[in-house]
């Protein structure tokens, strides 16, 4: 077989139909077989001809561009897509990422990007509702991924409000295939290794597929790069190594001048004025740039023909069975006593006399570790047939389980680490006692390094085993079909008709330690909920015109879903489809959906959790030139012009709210398609999209609440009472501000889910794709890029609204620090030849400016980044396919910011690991 002119002849015949995104390619490697049948398009339940004839807009990527780019997971892949973007979690996510992958299409969140497999949905991440984690879907099993870039809720319900991404596995392989990958960056560090078996056979009555693959990822360093080995911070106008103001030794305040900040000088053993530039502690060392993990899993797929009712139906039944085991580890910098413990007079290394609270880093510790083990099950069972009138059926039933056993270790216990710090309370605990006696001493020395002993470590640290659990039960039924008789023209009304039961149940158990208060900065509080709904949908194709003169095709859809929840009540949405090609080569297409999302277990059900979120302080250093109010704020705070908040980190809570209503979306979607008709091989598309969300559940960001309120006069904002102070996540209070603790940074800002946002975006999706002759082989090119023209949220009808296209500040999804770039690209170009194949790969991210910097912010403006990726393949050999390529092939370093994540820059929308090699072998039987 002509395998070149076969990839062209499949991109013909999608440019032809129309495709409204990337195009699929089919590698020379593959002995690729193509059957023109019915199937059915993501965004629609009524079969065509082909995928390509949808008037949704979605991108398709198949096998062989996913293996191009040389990722080993599907998280790295999909996060370089023009249309995604906002605070998407993996990898390079350290803090706070629980080990899973996320994607947020259109910049609004993961929970409101549905992830389904072959049309089905997945469970949800333990509390997360509405999240999956792309760690469990195997990439070597992939066929293609579909991605409908509108909203869907009309055909899939909740969640679809931003759009739908659908995985189609390799249903129909035959024969064996192994595949093994070994990659590692320029470093020396991050390794990442793959091994994958597929197999499948098959006869007249049924097929069976078998997948296992594993994956593992090594960690790297922060202290292992340049750019993040120490966190930075601007001080009078440099920018100098700095940290945390929790250090060792301990940074510490008398109670009765809670504003003094004071430590023992190391080299002197007096005490002196806490300098944040040469005191403070540098975390990044501890700590992990990406994460390591590895995941194990198995996949199968089946399909049997049952019986054949002559004159009415057949009947085949068919399973999708899958297992995953996911062991994730995140590390920080070691725990400290962030709650401000008191040192009382009677401690003899008390420098003072009079009680001081403290900020002691227990360095000793070496680092606080987060494991995962995770195993999630996955069985469909089903039946589908077709009538003898061509009407098609099918029934299923979906269940999916997740179950994430954590520990957690280095975290302190507040109860006994103010034991050792009294020599009265520490003597009544026979543990405390022996403890410090072992050591000579009667009580623990936090003014000075190295004095957390072993014995001490042993009787005041606490491991945290929190375990997570969801299920997911789904029952559908589905009926297609259309009405021959009334065509209009060559092509009959279609329909399709269908109705959904679908239960989620979500447990969230503690620690024992936790539940009893013990640990700091750790939920104590058991939590769970469910839901269960039932839905309807009807969904209708009319073509109207076919093969007149100025209307090749002209036709007309509309779909409505109902869905009545035991939590929310009942709902119901509507959609439309206009189609029209005046000419065959030239096709408009457009689409309104009305969207909806329930709000999740956990927006409903999640008690108040503590969580430190990055923000940037207004009282940081201010001056006579900042706003007055702020300036009048700051002073009645106690804080002097100047002044160095070393903390960039705010102590807020987290929580649900049982009251919410579902989210209310409306999107518009306005496209041309032109596939020249001097070529089959050429077709280029322009979608304008729209999306409008109401009554959005989400939170405000502290930067938000804090900015708000102290740019008030007086703090007379509604804000300023979100701001509960110290004592509401257990820290010691400022003596002269109700709305910070000890170190001056704010703390207690309450970040509940609440019906009150909105969020508008639009943009336009460009599309290119061509192949063509050049010499010998053939020439392809994909291009895909996304123009975002605005991005705009409104935390609360009092809030002013923000417009993040173009600018980086607080996601208000995830509260993380990300870029929002008015153009993101992504373009392959490949030349395939004989035995042979090389792809280079252009991303690239548009310049962003910081959404809100303060006149001493010395970095505000990063711009536009670009990324080169190559791939070769050879497969001289029969059977056997050989690949090596490079990612960030010129060893882009991510940009450092003033107003920065983590790392000292946006490690969720940049680069972090550098220039990567890697290779695989691939054999075939």
Not at 243 to 269: C, E, K, M, N, W
Not at 351 to 370: K, M
């Amino acid at each position: 077989m002509d395998k070149t002119r076969l990839s062209r002849a499949i991109k013909g015949a999608i440019a032809a139909a129309a495709v409204t995104s990337s195009f699929s390619t089919v590698s020379l490697a593959q002995d690729v077989q193509q059957e023109v049948e019915e199937i059915v398009v993501t965004g629609s339940r009524i079969q065509r001809a082909t995928d390509a004839n949808s008037a949704t807009p979605i991108s398709v990527f198949d096998a062989a561009q996913l293996e191009q780019s040389g990722q080993t997971t599907l998280e790295d892949f999909l996060q370089n897509i023009p249309s995604m973007t906002g605070g998407q979690l993996g990898s390079s996510v350290n803090n706070g990422s629980g080990g899973l992958a996320t994607v947020s299409l259109r910049g609004l969140g993961s929970s409101r990007t549905l992830i389904l497999m072959n049309g089905r949905r997945l469970s949800s991440s333990g509390g997360a509702t509405g999240v999956v984690d792309l760690n469990t879907i195997p990439t070597s099993v992939i066929e293609r991924v579909e991605i409908l870039r509108d909203g869907a809720s009309t055909i899939y319900g909740s969640d679809a409000i931003a759009g739908v991404i659908n995985i189609i596995t390799k249903k129909g392989f035959e024969g064996a295939e192994l595949t093994f990958d070994y990659g590692a960056s320029t470093h020396g560090d991050g390794d990442e290794y793959l091994a994958a078996m597929t197999i499948g056979t098959g006869n007249d009555k049924g097929h069976v597929m078998l997948n296992a693959q594993y994956t593992k990822r090594e960690d790297i360093w922060q202290g292992d790069r340049r750019f993040s080995e120490c966190p930075l911070r601007e001080i009078s106008g440099n920018v100098v190594c700095g940290g945390s103001s929790t250090t060792t030794p301990a940074r510490f305040s008398p109670l009765s001048d809670t504003d003094q900040q004071l430590i023992v000088d190391p080299v002197t053993g007096n005490e002196r004025p806490f300098n944040a530039a040469t005191d403070a502690y540098n975390f990044a060392t501890a700590s992990y740039l990406t994460t390591p993990q590895e995941v194990a899993s198995i996949y199968g797929y089946g399909t049997y023909e049952l019986y054949d009712w002559k004159d009415v139906t057949d009947v085949n039944a068919f399973t999708e069975l899958s297992f995953v085991n996911r062991r994730s580890d995140q590390l920080m910098a070691a725990e400290g006593t962030f709650w401000g413990p008191v040192v009382p007079v009677t401690n003899p290394y008390n420098p003072l006399d009079e009680p001081v609270s403290i900020g002691r880093r227990l360095e000793e510790t070496g680092g606080r570790s987060f494991s995962q083990d995770l195993n999630t099950w996955r069985g469909v069972v089903g039946l589908e047939g077709e009538f003898c009138n061509e009407w098609t059926w099918d029934l299923s039933y979906n269940y999916s389980r997740w179950v994430d056993t954590q520990i957690d270790r280095g975290r302190g216990n507040t109860v006994r680490f103010e034991n050792l710090l009294d020599p009265v309370a520490c003597a009544a605990d026979p543990e405390c006692a022996a403890a410090v006696d072992a050591t000579g001493v009667t009580a623990w020395n936090p003014f000075a390094a190295g004095t957390l002993t072993e014995e001490m470590q042993n009787y005041a640290l606490v491991t945290n085993s929190p375990v997570e659990r969801s299920s997911l039960r789904s029952f559908q039924a589905n009926l297609v079909g259309d009405f021959g008789e009334w065509a209009l023209t060559g092509e009959a009304p279609a329909w399709a008709i269908g109705y959904e039961n679908r239960a989620e149940r979500t447990e969230i158990v503690p620690d024992g330690a936790a539940e009893i208060g013990q640990i700091y900065f750790v939920n104590g509080d058991a939590w769970g909920g469910n839901y269960s709904v039932d839905e309807f949908y009807g969904e209708v194709r009319v073509p109207v015109l076919e093969g007149r003169p100025w209307a090749e095709i002209l036709a007309f859809e509309a779909s409505f879903r109902y869905s009545d929840y035991n939590t929310i009540g009942d709902d119901t949405t509507f959609g439309a489809v206009v189609e029209y090609a005046p000419l065959e080569e030239l096709r408009f297409r457009g689409t309104y959906s009305e969207g909806f999302r329930a709000p999740g277990l956990d927006d409903l059900f999640l008690t108040p959790t503590v969580s430190a979120e990055q923000y940037a302080d207004p009282c940081n250093e201010y001056g006579s030139g900042d706003n007055a109010n702020v300036v009048a704020n700051c002073m009645a705070d106690g804080i002097a012009p100047g002044t160095t908040i070393s903390s960039t980190q705010a102590t807020g809570l987290f929580g649900g709210n049982p009251d919410l209503e579902a989210e209310k979306s409306e999107s518009w979607t306005l496209g041309i398609v032109w596939t020249p008709s001097w070529t089959d091989d050429m077709g280029f598309t322009v979608d304008y999209f729209n999306i409008n969300i109401d009554d959005a559940i989400g939170t405000l960001t502290t930067d938000t609440i804090v900015q708000g309120c102290y740019e008030s006069p007086g703090f007379s904002s509604p804000l300023c009472d979100l701001i509960t102070g110290a004592g509401a996540v257990g820290s010691i209070p400022s003596s002269s501000s109700p709305y910070r603790q000890t170190d001056n940074t704010i703390a207690g800002q309450l970040l509940n889910s609440q019906n009150v946002s909105t969020f508008e975006t639009s943009g336009v999706d460009l599309g290119f794709d061509y192949s063509m002759d050049a010499g010998p082989g053939v020439v392809t090119v994909n291009l895909s890029a996304t123009y975002l023209h605005e991005w705009k949220y409104q935390g609360s009808p009092e809030d002013p609204t923000i417009d993040l296209a173009g600018y980086y500040g607080a996601d208000p999804v995830t509260t993380a620090i990300v870029a929002f770039p008015e153009w993101k690209f992504y373009g392959t170009l490949g030349y395939e030849y004989d035995c042979w194949s090389a792809f280079t790969t252009v991303r690239m991210l548009g310049e962003v400016d910081d959404i809100d910097p303060k006149p001493s912010d010395l970095v505000t403006h990063i711009d536009t980044t670009w990324y080169q990726d190559i791939n070769f393949n050879y497969f001289r050999w029969e059977n056997v396919t050989l690949t090596g390529g490079i990612r960030n092939m010129w060893n882009q370093q991510p940009p450092y910011v003033t107003n920065n994540d983590d790392m000292n820059t946006l490690m969720r929308s940049y680069d972090t690991v550098g220039r990567f090699f890697y290779g695989s072998v691939t054999l075939q039987f």
